[in-house]
């Protein structure tokens, strides 16, 4: 019986493993999503623009604009390059922790 709780109890490191895993697939599904969102505008705006019969082509102007701000949410998210990743966030935390100590608030 002892051999069946232990099992189903996980170890601190591996909470730990799992907590940060389901945060990069959650992480990885809000780009995916944000991703399909971005070509199902593009798609949008080139075929607006086709049908309108003019010749002046704007419709790469949105595309620009809301791929700027799908890169910066990606770089965020994903932490692309080091700037926001795993490493940044532990770093942050365990500043905190030696600015206010293991006390619950900054007081």
């Known amino acids: 019986m002892s051999s069946s709780i232990s099992t189903q109890q996980a170890q601190p490191g591996q ?3 799992r907590a940060e895993a389901r945060r990069w697939v959650r992480r990885q599904r ?4 944000m991703l399909g969102i971005y070509a199902v505008l593009s798609l949008m705006w080139f075929v607006i623009d086709m ?4 010749e002046n082509l704007w419709f790469f102007w949105p595309m620009f ?6 890169a910066v949410t990606s770089v965020v998210l994903l932490g692309v390059g080091g ?3 795993a490493d940044w966030e532990t770093r942050q935390f365990e500043r905190y922790r030696q600015r206010y100590g293991d006390t619950d608030r900054p007081e």
């Open 15 to 17: 909470q730990d493993w």
């Open 30 to 33: 809000i780009l995916y999503t």
């Open 51 to 54: 049908a309108d019969g003019t």
């Open 65 to 70: 604009g809301t791929g700027i701000v799908v």
């Open 83 to 85: 700037l926001f990743g």
